[in-house]
Nanobody, 115 residues
Framework: QVQLVESGGGLVQPGGSLRLSCTAAGRIFSIYNMGWYRQAPGKQRELVASITTGNSTNYLDSVRGRFTISGSNAKNMVYLQMNSLKPEDTAVYYC?????????WGQGTQVTVSS
């Protein structure tokens, strides 16, 4: 049984920064993809960023240049550095880790961007 635990969310003013962390309670092998989704009230869940074991990255157009996804050497942690935050970034952020047979999810962490 694998658990992903998220941290780093909170309240930040527009233009500020947050760094989200996602930690696996146990080691996960054969990871091929990690990433972050977000869901704002009344909106569909959207993929914010993803990274493969080969370090190929993909970003939502609205966050490209502001957010950076990265992982640990062991690929058991994934991070999302968020800079120049905007009110539209307000959402619950969920990390995920993909192996060939399943997708593991974090519990979600609230990010609120407001003055």
């Amino acid at each position: 049984q694998v658990q992903l635990v998220e941290s780093g969310g909170g309240l930040v003013q527009p233009g500020g920064s947050l760094r989200l962390s996602c930690t696996a309670a146990g080691r996960i092998f054969s990871i091929y993809n990690m990433g972050w989704y977000r869901q704002a009230p009344g909106k569909q869940r959207e993929l914010v960023a993803s990274i493969t074991t080969g370090n190929s990255t993909n970003y939502l157009d609205s966050v490209r240049g502001r957010f950076t996804i990265s992982g640990s050497n062991a690929k058991n942690m994934v991070y999302l550095q968020m800079n120049s935050l905007k009110p539209e970034d307000t959402a619950v952020y969920y990390c995920h880790v993909d192996v060939p047979t399943k997708r593991y999810w974090g519990q979600g962490t609230q990010v609120t961007v407001s003055s």
